[in-house]
DNA sequence: TTGTACGCGTTATCAA
DNA sequence: TTGATAACGCGTACAA
């Protein structure tokens, strides 16, 4: 059952035509959903497709029309989250459109991989090409590649003559800064993610600059990786401090509340948790009293 | 920059041949490295393909060849990273062969979804499909779907018929048990993964079996989710507890260790960590003195 | 409303 | 060693 794909040579449009009793053409216009065909020729012509179960060859699509109906998807990272699940929702997206995905997942991002790949793409006559690569050197990488297909990035900045599509991280920074400084926390300390990756270093400034608009003393953020190792690692270290009233962190969903929990020597009942797109606050309602 | 891809309609192999000078079969031959052609002919044609910047149309080849050179990989599952990581290598190797992945990651394992998938991709003339779906009902679903091309699994148990690449988690779920069971052990907890997935239940076949060859009185396995929430849930709930001197989890890499850490009351120096294969299994070399 | 004929860019067959 | 010519399966003016 796992192969039934001998001999039997793929039927074509031919086929479906001969055995319709009608043209290519006509069978054509079916597919098409023309409007120049008698209801009941189409209807016939519908059911004869059924019967076959025959799919239109793309690849002869494709030549005749010029138009692959693919679209390129560039993925850089193959390590985070991120990246991997907004490929997934592109994907998806897609295929709801009846357009087919062509995928390249890079390992590095260097320019001679990511030159390949759009060649390949280029190759297959794609449509378009949707870039996922929040690292910066891997859009530099890009931006140096000289790109004979439109593109859109996702999750960055937009450069001049760019198409991007994103979050605005730093608005977000800022307003998940802003609820802690009213809420009347001080004291905030302030994970960051990586800086290579754009998102982090956007949630970074916003973060900076919120704080020094509402002239609250800032030190310096920690710079974290994301990983579930770290949260652990600065539980333990940040088990002796204590010198910050409010955390605003850039870790796994429940990692930041484990985190604290340790710190705090006790799980929060009901975690006072704000989402903001991909970013997390949590903080108790008020500072604690200073001791 | 972001894009040239004004008019200048593609040039094809006539333009390659008529500017080398040569015939469009001769460029066809030195793109295929065939023996039959003069060395310095074969020098000048790659040049003019160079200088010209010249790629074959795939859709044109496919369709002349009935061979597409590319490969569906169907994706089940959106969240986790286990199959989202893999996806990945699968692509990476494609591409290094030559290859192109053309990709349908499914929301939901349903029958329609992938009888879809699978019907685009026959329409694309795919060469083979990768399936990587590590759930329950996905793959059964795939079972009743009529397949017509040639499709290997991926983290899958074969089936009569069936070609599948896959760990043997049942072996390594045992060598881990084995393991804690050899230091000493006889209270082990299994946190296991959801049962729905392959994997996750040939592990906990494989606990199950161990435990019983080693006649070691066993408590039903915790079911897990591989959430980090489970993880700290489970720290917390467990606290109280110490009815096991040894865990065998499924967990996220230093989950596991934020979760004994609570429960310890303390963070282990050196965790003894062994890795099997996507298993980790951490435990004191010895199991402390029975109070 | 339906059919005919040609082109899309490449490979394959056969002849030169 | 090279070159004409016919497929490959479909879309599309154009004709009927």
């Given amino acids: 059952m796992a192969d039934k794909s001998e ?4 039927l074509s449009i031919r086929d479906v035509a001969r055995i319709a009793g ?17 209801a009941s020729t189409e209807a016939h012509v519908r059911q004869v497709i059924e019967e076959l179960g025959w799919r239109p060859n793309s690849a002869a699509r494709a030549l005749a029309t010029s138009k692959s109906k693919t679209i390129g998807l560039l993925v850089s ?9 907004a490929a997934g929702a592109v ?5 709801q459109r009846g357009d087919t995905i062509s995928s390249a997942t ?37 931006r140096r590649v000289a790109v004979g297909v439109p593109f859109v990035s996702l999750q960055w900045r937009a450069g001049p003559n760019e198409r991007v599509v994103a979050f605005d991280q730093g608005a977000g920074a800022r307003a998940a800064t802003r609820h802690l400084i009213e809420l009347g926390h001080s004291r905030i300390l302030h994970i960051a993610g990586p800086q290579d990756w754009n998102e982090a270093e956007e949630r970074m400034r916003g973060f900076l600059a919120e704080m020094s608009a509402a002239d609250v003393p800032t030190e310096a953020p920690v710079l974290g990786d994301w990983t579930v190792d770290l949260a652990y690692e600065l539980g333990m270290k940040l088990l002796g401090h204590r010198e ?13 509340d484990i985190l604290l929990a340790d710190i705090e020597g006790t ?17 108790s309602t ?4 200073v001791r």
């Fill in 91 to 95: 994907d998806d997206a897609a295929r």
């Fill in 106 to 142: 890079l390992a590095q991002g260097d320019d001679e991989s990511i030159s390949a790949a759009l060649d390949a793409f280029s190759a297959q006559g794609v449509d378009g090409v949707v870039v996922i690569a929040p690292q910066q050197r891997a859009h530099e990488a890009l």
């Fill in 267 to 283: 799980p929060p009942p009901e975690p006072a948790v704000v989402k903001v797109p991909e970013l997390i606050v949590r903080a």
């Fill in 22 to 38: 009608v043209s290519r053409q006509t069978v054509s216009r079916v597919l098409k959903r023309q409007p120049n065909v008698k």
């Fill in 7 to 10: 001999g039997e040579k793929a």
């Fill in 77 to 85: 990272s193959r390590s985070q989250y991120g990246p991997l699940s």
């Fill in 244 to 256: 910050f009233t409010a955390v605003f962190a850039e870790l796994g969903l429940r990692a930041i």
């Fill in 286 to 289: 008020a500072p604690p009293p």
